[in-house]
């Protein structure tokens, strides 16, 4: 694994509910508060939408790294939702360090829609994080490896 | 076999000038299904819509992906056009190019590259979405206003005009708000209690508008056009429906040593008590935190002269639940404690005041009948001191980073009275800025300078200090002639900023509207949509939203009440097709999903089922109600057999999105 | 134990309580254990077996069992109770068809650790006080029980019967300091790099079997998510070199706050794939961040995923914060 590579650009999804969170990316655009072209972001109805197969899918497709953004606690447009994901994304990220898979390669952050500023600093801080690490490893079967 | 659209938006140079918009059609030109791709200056213009609305007849479109701005933006506008031109309106996807690619990336290439990785995960979502209908929902022919200010009144007024039934929740004992504290008002100088109580009563004896004082929003449920609103009628200990507001029991009442809320806590009231003489609904109320009845049965002589036997030393909370189709949030704001600004000895000299206690020190209803005394030893002050921005445009945890808005207007307005009323009082006036915008506002302030002779002084008040004598030392600096100034006042005017009432944030926490960091409620846009919160069927009028003054609070209050008539016209609404749906044959009947609906829209039935070997079987299963599921999609997750999915945002979707975007 | 179960059973048959006896039959050799449905008394005199091999968990087979016409009796274990009750409480299996009488649990045997040892041809096994002597077609062998109880039997969390209808032998008590998590734990302080290899590896050998689905009494699906085409995420061979790793992670997941920590799936499992610890990983982490919550305890009680605590729920920032890099 190759840490220090500099031209290492990683491959970020951003699963962004849509009445908090995808509102504060807006906002930060609107502001035109730079981030990473890295990040690519997800709209979903509520953090809560967000199925850990979809996280899985994306290690497994090629994603170096994940990172959900829902309402603050309290202010979930569907009252409870992201109160749900916050119990299933917890469970889920400490499943995938218990698989060896780095822990800054998960995150969860809430991100209101006035907080257009901290959007842009957590994409900016996440992306770093990632690009640390370097490619994301798999959990391949050893069998498949090609000698 | 799939024929999709797409169709790159240039938004004049926002996406142009960072994204190569050619290159980003010609990109996704070449994904799977795609049979036409164009880019053009302003897809959301007439002729851009156009140029939409001929691909889908002309190349008989089955979904297309417009790459452009937020689809919080032009989603609608988007859908609209594709059902114009004959194509389910759900078979639209947007890319969102500008503000998260055009507007927050500066490389023309790398900002080019992750258009095309967006463009394509819309091109791939589209692939997998279905032609949605919208169900309808019936209205509720009912609003509910949640604050008794002027804003709700002028909302409560507006709706009931136009023939709907309104019902305004208010938790203190009376409406009128903070206006109904207020001496004079600005730029006219009318006195606020002459332009604010006809409207209180016109609102108590409007028949379509019901009012609930002494009354708190305890819960809220269900979604626009249905909202249930439990409210708690909190306990007067005075019969509603008997009292006549005679005013016995207060004058009979021995507990006179109450500090009165109404007065800023400047004199005294009763236990039992009328906030003030003009109150609506005027009834009285027993406060059990000082009736000796209620807090040790030694008493009792309200209820001995009580002619209408309104006394009711047993009440209870009590609760009502009542169905309202629209709701509007009209909590108003309170100037912020001064406890944390010790340099302006606002705790310990009692000749140091905030604005909202000048305005009662002034008031002919007042402490002390009108005549500007000194709190602390009755005197006539000769020199009064006004301090700007006390709290507001704060950079430390102390204040508020805004501007409260109202305070170099009613500052102006203060200073100009007193100079009127008493000109042998000297006005000084600190300020950082003097901000004026607003009709008759700049000539106003003028006055106060030029024809008053207040001395406005850019500067900031640095330490207020009580001497031995009873004058107080105001130490301050004079910016434009850059001297260190000591003015010996009687007295200090401190212009506290204003912040949202407490009881805004848990309000919205039930309405699940959303606040921004200063917990003024958000609006669904800040131009466009600015007395709509984000969650429809919510409205917000007056400084609940953010500081106003009472021209502009009254404007919003009416625009809110505009937008609540139009949803309350409408027999029923069109909901949100974008919702949960149970696939019957895979569905386990566990009952997970039923564990974290939000809105109780997923119900269980046992049904029966033609099993591959022919025999009937009866199984548990989940079945979603269109017009109540919002669409969050908890359920989903919840679901182990992947049996509940979400149109719009279905598994497959969101991975094919994935999917699109690792590659 | 056998003799009176059977004599229970037809007793029941008999008088009309049950018109069906769910339990185990044995195959060709004394460990050749299967499942085994018996409808008539003469059934179960010849086949009817309950013994040191019986350790499958009955409790999945009636979800279709009690949809049948008429009651089926059923014999469970301590820790087929907490399947079988939660299956109740997902209103999987219909209460009222199931008669279930309680049967002291194990510890049952594991016939590959016998076999490891050489021991075959084995006709029957008797455990005197720590011993074990094996019957086997070539004459005696003895070996130490401990060295041969099933790998789920060795951290057993409960010797007692969350539900039945009657009892036979001694009720026992929920077993405190089963050390059940003494593994997940050590896996926990090892370093990121030695977990992803251990994972890598023992999910390497998984061979797709759905052994462990087709067991578990918590995927009790309809249809399973990884037998739909449409839920996006089915497949059977390892085409590429990633696939297979996350059919387990998921069927983790999907049973988590579900799964009664029954250990079928290991062993079942025919790699030898530890795959309980990932469902302890689960249960151990609910336990710590949510409260101690053992499912299939109650039929009442709300699932950790399917609850929240609005003030006190972690952030999954935690997770930055527990154990060892």
Redesign the interface.
């Known amino acids: 694994m190759q840490v220090n590579d500099n031209n290492f650009e990683p491959v970020i999804v951003a699963f962004c509910c849509n009445w908090c969170s995808y509102a504060g990316a807006d906002l930060s655009g609107t502001n035109r508060l730079n981030y990473p072209t890295n990040v690519k972001i997800i709209r979903v109805p509520c953090s809560c939408r967000v199925n850990p197969m979809f996280i899985l899918r994306a290690f497994q497709r090629g994603a170096d790294g994940v990172i959900i953004c829902g309402c603050h606690p309290g202010d979930c447009h569907y009252t409870s939702g992201n109160y749900y994901a916050r119990r299933r994304i917890t469970l889920l990220y400490s499943m995938l360090d218990f698989l060896g898979i780095e822990r800054d390669r998960t995150r969860l952050e809430w991100v209101s829609a006035a907080e257009g500023a901290k959007f842009a600093a957590t994409m900016e801080s996440f992306t770093e994080q990632v690009k640390a690490l370097g490619p994301n490893r798999r959990l391949e079967d050893l069998r498949c490896r090609k000698q | 076999m799939q024929r999709i659209g797409v169709f790159v938006c240039h938004c004049g140079t926002n996406i142009a000038a960072t994204v190569d918009v050619k290159a980003v059609a010609e990109a996704l030109g070449h994904e799977p299904g795609v049979v036409i791709s164009q880019d053009y200056q302003y897809m959301c213009s007439e002729s851009g819509q156009n140029l939409v609305k001929d691909a889908i007849k002309e190349h008989n479109l089955s979904g297309i992906v417009i790459c452009s701005c ?3 933006m032009h989603e609608n506008t988007f859908r609209k056009a594709a059902a114009a031109a004959g194509l389910n309106p759900y078979l639209v996807e947007i890319a ?1 190019i ?4 055009s ?5 023309i290439a ?2 080019t ?2 258009a095309i ?2 463009g394509k ?1 819309a091109v791939a979502k589209v692939h997998l979405n279905t032609p949605l209908t919208s169900m309808e929902s019936p209205v509720v022919k009912r609003a509910l206003v949640i604050g008794g200010g002027i804003a709700g009144i002028q909302t409560a007024l507006d709706i009931a005009e136009a023939g709907f039934d309104v019902d305004i929740v208010e938790k203190e004992a009376t409406i009128g708000g903070k206006m109904a504290q207020i001496d004079k008002t600005f730029p006219t100088l009318d006195c606020a209690a002459c332009i604010l109580t006809p409207k209180m009563v016109e609102a108590s004896q409007n028949e379509k508008i019901h009012i609930y004082a002494f009354s708190e929003v305890e819960a809220v449920k269900g979604f626009v056009g249905n909202f249930t609103v439990k409210i708690k009628r909190k306990a007067r200990y005075v019969d509603e429906v008997k009292c006549t507001g005679c005013g016995a029991c207060i004058e009979k009442c021995p507990m006179k040593k109450v500090p009165n809320e109404f007065n800023m806590g400047l004199d005294n009231r009763h236990a039992v008590y009328i906030p003030f003489a003009q109150a609506v609904p005027k009834i009285a109320t027993i406060d059990p935190n000082y009736c000796m009845m209620l807090k040790n049965g030694k008493c009792g002589l309200c209820s001995k002269v009580c002619a209408a036997g309104a006394i009711d030393y047993k009440q209870q909370d009590s609760f009502i639940e009542e169905k309202y189709g629209a709701i509007v949030v009209a909590t108003g704001f309170n100037p912020i404690k001064l406890d944390k600004y010790d340099e302006f000895s606002y705790n310990t000299c009692p000749d140091v005041v905030t604005s909202l206690e000048l305005e009662r020190l002034m008031n002919a209803a007042g402490p002390n009948g009108g005549t500007l005394l000194r709190p602390s030893d009755k005197s006539h002050p000769h020199t009064i001191v006004f301090v700007q921005c006390v709290g507001s445009r704060c950079s430390d945890e102390k204040g508020k980073p805004y501007c409260s808005k109202i305070c170099c207007m009613y500052t102006a307005k203060h200073a100009m009275l007193i100079r009127d009323k008493y000109p042998d009082t000297e006005v000084y006036v600190f300020y950082i800025d003097v901000r004026t915008p607003g009709k008759n506002f700049d000539e106003f302030y003028r006055r106060a300078v030029e024809q008053y002779n207040v001395h406005y002084i850019k500067g900031m008040v640095g330490k207020v200090t009580p001497k031995s004598d009873g004058k107080i030392d105001v130490q301050a600096s004079d910016l434009l002639s850059n001297e260190q100034l000591h003015i010996d006042a009687d007295m200090v005017v401190l212009a506290a900023a204003i912040e949202p009432d407490k009881t805004a944030r848990p309000l ?2 039930m309405l ?1 509207t ?4 200063n917990d003024f409620f ?1 609006e669904a846009h800040p131009k466009l949509r600015p007395v709509e919160s ?2 429809a069927g919510i409205f917000l009028s007056g400084a609940c939203q953010g500081p106003k003054d009472i021209p502009e609070t009254v404007a919003q209050g009416s625009a809110a009440a505009a937008k609540a008539i139009g949803l309350l016209c409408k027999n029923s609404i069109t909901c949100n097709p ?1 919702v949960a749906h149970s696939d019957e ?8 999903c039923e ?2 609906r ?2 109780g829209a997923i119900t ?1 039935s046992d049904k029966e089922f033609r099993m591959p070997d022919r025999t009937i ?4 299963v989940a079945s979603v109600n269109p017009a109540v599921c ?5 359920c ?3 679901c ?4 509940m999915d ?1 149109s719009g ?1 279905s ?2 979707q ?2 094919a ?3 699109a ?3 | 134990m056998q003799e009176a179960m059977i004599n229970r059973a037809k007793e029941l048959m008999a008088d009309g309580t049950v018109s069906r006896v769910i339990g185990w039959k044995r195959g060709e050799f004394a460990y050749d254990i299967t499942p085994a449905v018996f409808e008539t008394a003469e059934e179960i005199d010849s086949d009817f077996v309950c013994d040191d091999f019986t350790a499958a968990n009955v409790s999945k087979y009636l979800i279709k069992e009690s949809r049948k016409e008429g009651r089926i009796l059923a014999f469970l274990k301590p820790c087929d109770t907490y399947s079988f009750n939660q299956l109740i409480k997902e209103h999987r299996i219909i209460r009222e068809n199931v008669y279930v009488i309680g049967i002291p649990g194990g510890p049952k045997l594991d016939a590959e650790k016998l076999k490891a040892r050489g021991i075959t041809g084995i006709l029957g096994v008797r455990n005197e006080k720590g011993t074990l002597h094996i019957d086997t077609v070539y004459g005696e062998e003895t070996m130490p029980m401990f060295e041969a109880i099933l790998g789920k039997c060795e951290n057993c969390k409960s010797t007692k019967h969350v539900v039945y209808d009657e009892l036979m032998g001694e009720e026992g008590e929920v077993i405190a300091d089963s050390g059940r998590f003494d593994r997940v734990a050590e896996l926990e302080n090892m370093t990121a790099q030695q977990r992803f290899e251990f994972w890598r590896e023992q999910l390497s050998k998984c061979i797709r079997c759905n052994a462990c689905r087709n067991v578990c009494p918590a995927c009790s699906c309809e249809n399973c998510v990884f037998d739909n085409p449409d839920s996006g995420i089915s497949n059977k061979a390892a085409a590429d070199s990633f696939e297979e790793n996350n059919f387990h992670i998921i069927r983790a997941f999907h049973v988590a706050g579900r799964c009664t920590d029954c250990g079928e799936c290991s062993r079942v499992c025919p790699q030898n794939i530890p795959l309980h610890l990932l469902n302890r990983k689960f249960i151990k982490d609910i336990n710590e961040l949510y409260g101690e919550y053992q499912a299939g305890e109650d039929t009442t009680s709300r699932a950790p995923l399917t609850n929240y605590n609005a003030d006190e729920d972690c952030e999954p920032s935690i997770v930055h914060e527990r154990g060892a890099e």
């Open positions: 937020s689809p919080r969102n500008r503000e998260q690619c507007w927050i990336h500066r490389d790398t900002a590259e992750k990785i967006l995960a919205a926490t699940t959303q606040m921004d960091t958000t984000a969650t974008c044959l895979m569905c386990n009947g566990c009952s997970s564990k974290v939000p809105y269980y079987a009866v199984r548990r919002q669409g969050c999609g908890a989903t997750v919840a182990p057999s992947g049996a979400l945002f598994n497959s969101i991975m999105e994935v999917d975007i690792c590659k």
